[in-house]
Structures are given as structure tokens and as C-alpha cells.
């Protein structure tokens, strides 16, 4: 009976360390997604702009630090075309710019957005607006 019961808690201890070393794999996981796909955006807003000529943009600002949207400039206001939510437990320090403007010549704005992940980890995407070379780190 004895070494049922030392068996158990050895199991129940395993179990513990297993969750615990998910979770922090599930939230790196996120970060490196929400970073992944936050540079693909970045890419693709950009191209956007050259494709048609017309103003892209990415916007950041919103409340809740977990939403961006792609808009684009129709001369008289922004029109929205697609809504991005991040990863769960992942969201935009405040720090991070409030919007990244894309010019029909290619260039953009420049500035840094910081991702902020659960266990205290952060990743960046860095925009550099003549180049519009995106860097992740």
C-alpha cells in the first residue's frame, strides 16, 4: 500500500513539472507567432501600397494592446480592410508606436513595436521607413 502511495505522488509530481514546462512552451509558442505574423502584415501592407499606388496603413492603437487593423487611405478618411487579433496572452507594450503608414513609392514610416508575452518575454519588430527592411529580434 505503501509503495502504491509513493508511486502516486511521484506520478502527481511528474504531472506537475509536465504542465508547468506546456505552459511556458505554449506561450513562447504565441510570441513567436504573434511576431511571425506581425512582420507578414508589415510585408504585405507595404506591398499593398506599391501594387495600387494608394496609403496603407497598420494601426495599433487600439485600447485593448491585442488588436491591429489594416487600413487604407481613400482620400478622404481611412477605410478599414482587415481586422488582426494577436495570440492569446500576447499584446503590444505601450511603448509600441500607434501606426505604420506605407507610401505607394515603397517607403514607410519607421518605428518599433514591442510584443509582450506571458513569463515576462518580449520580442520586437523593428521598421525601417526608407528601406522598409523589417528586423525581428
Known amino acids: 500500500m505503501i509503495e502504491l502511495l509513493v508511486a502516486m505522488v511521484l506520478i502527481g509530481i511528474i504531472m506537475a513539472l509536465s504542465i508547468s514546462a506546456f505552459s511556458y512552451y505554449r506561450a513562447a509558442k504565441a510570441?513567436?507567432?504573434?511576431?511571425r505574423e506581425l512582420t507578414t502584415?508589415?510585408?504585405?501592407?507595404?506591398?499593398?501600397?506599391?501594387?495600387?499606388?494608394?496609403?496603407?496603413?497598420?494601426?495599433?492603437s487600439d485600447a485593448s494592446r491585442t488588436l491591429y487593423k489594416l487600413e487604407y487611405w481613400n482620400g478622404s478618411g481611412?477605410?478599414?480592410v482587415k481586422d488582426y487579433q494577436l495570440p492569446g496572452g500576447v499584446q503590444f507594450d505601450s511603448a509600441s508606436i500607434a501606426a505604420i503608414d506605407f507610401y505607394g513609392r515603397g517607403n514607410s514610416?519607421?518605428?518599433?513595436?514591442?510584443?509582450?508575452?506571458?513569463?515576462?518575454?518580449?520580442?520586437?519588430?523593428?521598421?525601417?521607413?526608407?528601406?522598409?527592411?523589417?528586423?525581428?529580434?
Open 41 to 60: 502584415e508589415i510585408r504585405d501592407a507595404q506591398s499593398m501600397a506599391v501594387a495600387t499606388g494608394n496609403k496603407y496603413q497598420l494601426d495599433f
Open 109 to 137: 514610416d519607421s518605428g518599433s513595436l514591442v510584443l509582450d508575452g506571458q513569463f515576462g518575454k518580449t520580442k520586437s519588430v523593428q521598421v525601417n521607413g526608407e528601406t522598409v527592411n523589417v528586423t525581428a529580434s
Open 78 to 80: 481611412w477605410t478599414g
Open 31 to 35: 510570441l513567436s507567432t504573434a511576431e
